[in-house]
């Protein structure tokens, strides 16, 4: 009885661990180095962002002291250029955003499966020390 008791909880342990091990190598391969390069990302659209918004800032200015009517023609159109550059800059920084925070919460959920599988792992040890002292008590 110990022997099929033991053998049960002892091939249950390496599976729950193998899983374990399978889903964090194959997640640091994938996923870490991915992770890394959001913030770099980030902070890489961010500026661009800082930047488009800078020159259009600038150019608004320069519209609103122009007063002669070809300069507020060409400036109009410097203009409208500008506007249409930060709208996509701002669009592509909180699409990156956007899927950073996805990435991380991915992330997150990975952890959770991971603490959750060597949680299992654990229990399962504990099972097997508690059954292993029930058989040793029994004879």
Do not use: W
Request: positive net charge; contains cysteine.
């Amino acid at each position: 009885m110990f022997a099929e008791l033991s053998e049960q909880n002892l091939n249950y342990l390496k599976q729950v661990s193998i899983k374990a091990i399978v889903k964090m190598e194959s997640y640091s391969e994938d996923h870490l180095p991915l992770i890394k390069d959001v913030k770099t990302k980030v902070d890489m659209l961010f500026c661009s962002y800082n930047r488009e918004n800078d020159k259009y800032k600038a150019l608004k200015l320069k519209f609103e002291q122009a007063t002669e009517g070809s300069k507020l023609v060409k400036g109009d159109a410097k203009i409208k250029e500008a506007e249409r550059r930060l709208k996509q800059a701002k669009e592509t920084y909180h699409k990156e955003l956007k899927k950073s925070y996805e990435m991380l919460d991915n992330f997150s959920n990975y952890e959770n499966e991971v603490m959750e599988a060597l949680r299992m792992l654990i229990k399962y040890r504990l099972e097997f020390h508690e059954n292993a002292l029930k058989i040793f008590k029994q004879q």
